[in-house]
C-alpha cells in the first residue's frame, strides 16, 4: 500500500511582477496513515509554504504531492486545517461553528440531520465546550477559540489535519492541555497530521516524526520513540526524553546560527 501522504522532488517559488522567490527546494517526504509528523524550523524556513501546497492552495514550481496515490491540485474535504488565528464565523456560535465543518464533510452527507446533530455535540464535548455551545466566538477566551477550531476540523471528518502553529498565541498551561487534547483526538480518529511548530517540547510530545527544515530544505528527519500518552512532568529528565531534546536542540540552533552568520557575512 502507498503512503498517505508523498511529496517528490517538490520545488516552490513566489513569482512576483519581476522577482521569483525560491522558498522550497527539492522537498521528499513520505508520510503514513496514522502518523503524527510536526515540522521544525526557523521563521521564514518555508513550512507554511509546504502547508499551502500540501493543502493545495500553492501549486508546486515542479515535483508533486499525493495522497492516497492521487496528485493534488486544490483543496479538498479530505484535509482539515487549522490555523494559529482560529479562523472562526464570527456570526455564528459555537455549535454552528462546529456544524458548519460537519456540513463538509463528505463521510456525513448521507446522514440525517439529527445524526449530524449529535456527532457536532459529540466534538464540542470533546473540546469540553458543551457548556459554552450557544456563545459566539467573541465572548470566548483564545484557547476556547483554539478549542472550537479543533472541534470545527475534526466534524469535517477528514483523515488528514493540517495544523499551523496552532497553540502558538495561548499561554504555556493551557497549551499543555490542548497539546494533550490534539494527541488524543488524533489517535482516537486515526488521523494523518502534519502540525507546523518552533515549540521543540511541543514536538517531542506530539509527533512520530519530526521534520526539522532548514531555509528552502528538509535538514533532517527525526523519531520520536516515545510511547503514547506523552505526559510532560513524566517525560522531562528522562534519558530518552533528554537525548532526543539535545539532538532536536543542536539541529534546530544550527539552522539559527547558520542564518544568522549568513546575514552578517552579506
Ligand atoms: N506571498 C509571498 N510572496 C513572496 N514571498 C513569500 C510569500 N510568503 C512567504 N514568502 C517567503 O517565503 C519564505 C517562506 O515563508 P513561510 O511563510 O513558508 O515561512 P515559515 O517557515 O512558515 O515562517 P514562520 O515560522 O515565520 O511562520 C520566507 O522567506 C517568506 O518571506
Ligand atoms: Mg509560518
Known sequence: MSDKIEVKNLYFDYIGKNTAFGA?????????????????GSSGCGKSTLLSILNGLNKPKSGEILIDGRPVTKPGADRAVVFQNYSLFPFLTVNKNVLFGAKQSLKRKSFTKIEREAKVSEYIEAVGLTADKNKYPFELSGGMQQRVAIARALALEADILLMDEPFSAIDPKLRLELQELISKLSKLHKKTVVFITHDIDEAILLADRVIVMEPKYIKSIVDIDLAYPRIRDELVGKPN????????????????????????SL
Open 241 to 264: 526524553y533528554e537525548k532526543i531534546h539535545r539532538k532536536l536542540i543542536s539541529l534546530f540552533y544550527q539552522n539559527i546560527e547558520d542564518n544568522i552568520y549568513g546575514e552578517v
Open 24 to 40: 522550497l527546494e527539492d522537498i521528499n517526504l513520505n508520510i503514513k496513515e496514522g502518523e503524527f509528523i510536526c515540522v521544525l
